[in-house]
């Protein structure tokens, strides 16, 4: 079964320090990963997918399929980086999609 | 385009109570997907409805269920309230792999 694993609940970096979010996932088939944002207050919205392979924010992500990882990172932190941050494994079988969420990161910029 | 629109905001039920929650999807969505979003537990897939038809399921008891209308609106009900079911109830609708969540409907079981 296909799982995504954030080992961080909790990530505090000072402003201006480098950010690396975790993830890893378990999935034998070609996996599509996405990377959620959720500012407080606000709702859960997309940053970024790996198959676009962009910089949204400053972020970016890369698939690294040997060590089944999808890391989030960022050379300079900003405050308004402060947010909850999922990643996601798509599935798509025969029509079916489903997105298969990590417990998440809870980031924190210390200004 | 509007985005996703969920019905209420809040509730506050108690034990043993039944609650429908309600999720509009994005005009042209024809898929929508329920999770429940807790901080032990962080978001957990409830289930996904196209064209009216659950295609996907969580593990979740049966008192979770779901149904979704010809106009791709879904619903969501608990029944039998448990306080574990506290959480924020979020709906996404998609076009292929893309998600757009709604705000969530955040339920309190006292």
């Known amino acids: 079964a296909q799982r995504v694993t954030q080992p961080e609940k909790l990530l505090s970096v000072f402003k201006g320090a480098p950010v690396e979010l975790k993830c890893n996932y378990s999935?034998?088939?070609?996996?599509?990963l996405f990377w959620y944002v959720q500012y407080s207050r606000q709702r859960l919205q997309l940053l970024l997918r790996?198959?676009s392979r962009e910089s949204i924010k400053g972020f970016t992500a890369d698939l690294n399929k040997g060590e089944t990882s999808f890391h989030l990172k960022k050379p300079f932190a900003q405050e308004e980086d402060s947010a909850m941050y999922y990643c996601a494994l798509h599935l798509s079988n025969f029509g079916n999609e489903k997105l298969t969420f990590g417990t998440g990161t809870r980031l924190t910029i210390i200004p | 385009k509007a985005g996703v629109t969920q019905t209420p905001r809040y509730l506050i039920k108690t034990r043993g109570q039944q609650v429908t929650l309600s999720c509009s999807p994005i005009?042209?969505?024809?898929?929508v997907s329920w999770y429940q979003q807790t901080p032990g537990q962080g978001l957990q897939f409830l289930f996904e409805?196209?064209?009216?038809?659950?295609?996907n399921k969580g593990n979740f008891p049966g008192r979770f269920s779901g149904r979704q209308f010809s106009n791709s609106r879904s619903e969501m009900n608990v029944s039998t309230l448990e306080l574990g079911d506290s959480a924020l109830y979020l709906c996404?609708?998609?076009?292929?792999?893309?998600?757009?969540f709604g705000q969530g409907t955040r339920l309190t079981v006292v």
């Open positions: 409805y196209f064209s009216e038809t659950q295609r």
């Open positions: 996404a609708s998609s076009l292929r792999e893309k998600a757009f």
């Open positions: 999935y034998s088939g070609s996996p599509e």
């Open positions: 790996h198959i």
């Open positions: 005009s042209g969505h024809r898929s």
